[in-house]
Nanobody, 112 residues
Framework: VQLQASGGGLVQGGGSLRLSCTTSGGAFSSRPVAWYRQAPGKQRELVASITRSGSTNYADSVKGRFTISSDNAKNTVYLQMNSLKPEDTAVYYC???????WGQGTLVTVSS
């Protein structure tokens, strides 16, 4: 099983980015997918998750600004991030929940 995360970059505060997480390998295809992030000096934290049926969950800090969605035909989960703030700066990781499989991380930097 492999997860490929992409879409990070440098953006000004108030801007938007869309992250993508594509899974391959077939196994665990029914598992929910989650995005986590880890800022320098901080613990990794859950940002959002989505089940294969489309149920979503968000951290309070991103509710109303971030949207997680999936395209099951493409085995891809997206994280649309709007109204970005400097405190959203972190490495963002996607994972198949409760499998131990993680993507390599993609860096999001939000300038003030």
């Amino acid at each position: 099983v492999q997860l490929q995360a992409s879409g990070g970059g440098l953006v000004q505060g108030g801007g938007s980015l869309r992250l993508s997480c594509t899974t391959s390998g077939g196994a665990f295809s029914s598992r929910p997918v989650a995005w986590y992030r880890q800022a320098p000096g901080k613990q990794r934290e859950l940002v959002a998750s989505i089940t294969r049926s489309g149920s979503t969950n968000y951290a309070d800090s991103v509710k109303g600004r971030f949207t997680i969605s999936s395209d099951n035909a493409k085995n891809t989960v997206y994280l649309q991030m709007n109204s970005l703030k400097p405190e959203d700066t972190a490495v963002y990781y996607c994972t198949l929940v409760a499998t131990g499989y993680w993507g390599q991380g993609t860096l999001v930097t939000v300038s003030s």
